[in-house]
């Protein structure tokens, strides 16, 4: 009697086990597969394919004026992405700075805009050191040109923050940009 409850003790323990286990890998699975989607957002431009790798894709949404000093602001958040060059071809771009006029629309915050002279703009190709400038020292705000060898891929990483500067602003001033990738004789 006592190994007849044993034996269907175990058997009910086994099958709830193997159906936690189960779910439990399946929810992962789906949860990770959710995330990955939400994270890497694909455009192509033509010839080339950027990849987001962040919610945020190409958009920039700064919506707090909080300036903070350069050893803060290349440690925040970054806007990763990679353009690949997918042709048999060398296709010559650039990475453009756009503002995102849709997103000031709709925040009615164009009378709130930061400056671009009290922005700092980090910007760095693949694994090289980053370099930091003033938005309003890249010309056109055209922040990088160069042409990407056939069947080949370059990683970029932006950081941009508010400087530590004298001058007084709102703090409920905002910028909204978006990052391009334009082909050359587009």
């Known amino acids: 009697m006592y190994q007849f409850n044993y034996r269907k003790y175990m058997i009910k323990s086994i099958i709830i086990i193997t159906f936690l286990l189960s779910f439990a890998i399946v929810s992962t699975y789906l949860i990770y597969n959710n995330f990955s989607k939400q994270r890497e957002k694909d455009i192509d431009t033509g010839k080339m394919e950027v990849v987001f790798h962040s919610q ?91 042409t990407l060898e056939a069947h080949s891929e370059e990683d970029y990483s932006i950081r941009i923050w508010a400087v530590n500067s004298d001058f007084v602003i709102d703090r409920n001033s905002h910028f909204h940009s978006i990052i391009k990738v334009i082909e050359e004789g587009e």
Do not use: M, Q, W
Request: one cysteine or more; charged letters at 30%.
């Open 56 to 146: 945020a894709g190409n958009k920039i949404n700064l919506t707090r004026f909080n300036p903070v000093t350069d050893a803060v602001g290349l440690s925040s958040d970054s806007y990763d992405f990679t353009v690949k060059n997918g042709t048999d071809k060398e296709v010559s771009y650039k990475i453009v700075l756009e503002d995102n006029t849709k997103r000031i629309e709709r925040d009615g915050c164009s009378i709130n805009r930061i400056p671009n002279e009290l922005l700092k703009l980090s910007f760095r190709v693949d694994h090289e050191a980053p370099s930091a400038l003033i938005l309003s020292e890249y010309p056109n705000n055209v922040l990088y040109e160069d």
